[in-house]
């Protein structure tokens, strides 16, 4: 394994290539899937393998602009990217991350920071959670009730999305990708307060993101998938850039990470086509549960335990995605030879 | 002056002995605490990043080292498009590579 190892010079470590592989195919897979940047798995991998906080911070967000380029490239081939309603939220979320950083400097001057962000963290994952998975089981419900009597599935009834698409208040904009018309107000809005969470919280944000995509604004779960991916590469970029002039990025971990989650990536993203909207809604409802349990582990100073549940958890999800592709590309190749 | 004082107050030879140490103890804090003070300066402000470039062969590691060495704006910069280049480079490659499994990469319908 020793001619796997090479020097980064600015961490200052010997790290193995295979490793910043996996790491990166890892969070490739779960990105391109999800709609995610995936911080919460990289980061504390490359600190439980040595790097120092602030650059795995650093260098994962300049992997994550150029894995979010792979995703999003491909999700807006497939038509997910509402670049419309990308670049509104954005607009929200960036006034959104300034507004919650001003209040963790608060929080930090009456020192309440680490402790208030933790518990707000648990919580807000939690509840997410949840809902998405509150939300999966009552359309299974749904579907075999439909199945039982012999008719099509019912909708749900009005959901949030639709009550907010009913104030009208001007400009007034439709979104192609999304097929939505409301307010612009509203996807600002959302941005906004998706930013102040994800800026208070120390997080990219596509967890919180991709369900108000869905659950707010009235996206389809690839739409979400996609324009969220499309806010993720805005901020990795910016992100970057921020922590390069501050001298924490490992320029030469990051090439080799982005090696591996472009392949991861394409994987992910291409995964999504055999696979139903609400199942990629169960598989996040996991995912952000599991989450959710290593950010409660940290609370009770099990760092080392909750790392590697993160990485462990990562590897395992991103291999669920991997055999989704695999059988649906087997099934779509079979198919394609009875047609023949 | 004050050693002198004490010589003379100090009669047996075992209490000149210890007033002596105590001068010279007295004496070498005060040379130290001196250099210390000197040696520290005002107060840091910032640190500094530095890759250790010492044992490098040329590269695209130390081409990496020697830019975050030079200038770390050009760094910060070189990373965004470094990274961009990348991930256009690397997306378009391996879109091509699954198109040529045949599988089909068009528009999808939208199904929850």
Same mark, same amino acid.
């Given at each position: 394994m020793e001619m796997f190892e090479i020097f980064l010079p600015i961490a200052g470590l010997q790290f193995n290539v295979l490793l910043l592989l996996l790491i990166g195919f890892t969070v490739g897979v779960c990105g391109g899937f999800f709609g995610i940047g995936g911080a919460w798995i990289v980061t504390p991998a490359l600190n439980i393998f040595g790097f120092p906080m602030p650059y795995a911070i650093g260098t994962d967000l300049a992997h994550m602009g150029g894995k979010s380029i792979v995703s999003t490239m491909r999700h807006g081939k497939f038509g997910n990217v509402d670049m419309k309603l990308g670049v509104s939220m954005i607009v929200g979320t960036t006034v959104g991350m300034e507004l919650g950083a001003r209040l963790v400097i608060y929080l930090e001057a009456i020192g309440l920071a680490e402790s208030v962000i933790r518990k707000i963290y648990v919580i807000f994952l939690a509840l997410i959670g949840s809902y998405v998975l509150y939300d999966y089981l009552s359309h299974v419900h749904r579907t075999r009730k439909a199945a039982g009597n012999r008719r099509e599935t019912p909708p749900a009834g009005p959901t949030m999305a639709m009550k907010l698409q009913r104030?009208? =208040?001007?400009p007034m904009i439709h979104f192609p990708a999304a097929g939505i018309t409301c307010s612009v107000w509203l996807p600002i809005l959302v941005g906004l307060v998706t930013g102040v969470v994800a800026s208070v919280l120390g997080v990219g944000g596509g967890f919180i993101r991709m369900p108000a995509l869905i659950y707010? =604004?009235?996206?389809?779960t690839l739409v979400a998938v996609g324009t969220d991916l499309f806010e993720v590469m805005i901020t990795g970029a910016y992100g970057a850039f921020t922590y390069g002039i501050k001298g924490r990025v490992d320029l030469l971990a990051a090439m080799w990470m982005l090696l591996g989650a472009a392949v991861g990536a394409q994987m992910g993203t291409i995964a999504v086509k055999y696979v139903r909207g609400y199942s990629i809604r169960l598989l996040f409802a996991v995912t952000i549960f599991i989450a959710c349990a290593s950010v409660l582990m940290k609370q009770l100073e099990m760092q080392t335990t909750s790392s590697i549940l993160i990485l462990s958890a990562g590897i395992l999800i991103s291999g669920v995605i991997i055999g989704l592709l695999f059988r649906g590309v087997g099934r779509e190749l079979k198919a394609r030879k009875t047609l023949e | 002056m004050v050693l002198k004082a004490a010589g003379k107050r100090a009669r047996c030879p075992a209490m000149r002995r210890t007033w002596s140490r105590l001068a010279a103890g007295a004496a070498l804090i005060q040379l130290l605490a001196g250099k210390a003070w000197a040696a520290g300066g005002p107060p840091a402000t910032k640190l500094v990043n530095v890759a250790d470039t010492r044992a490098m062969s040329p590269g695209l590691s130390k081409w990496i080292a020697d830019l975050y060495n030079t200038n770390l704006w050009l760094f910060g910069l070189a990373t965004v498009v470094i990274m961009a280049a990348m991930g256009y480079v690397l997306g378009s490659g391996f879109d091509r590579l699954m198109s040529l499994v045949g599988i089909n990469l068009g528009r999808l319908d939208h199904h929850e």
């Open positions: 104030i009208k =208040i001007p707010l =604004i009235g996206c389809n | -």
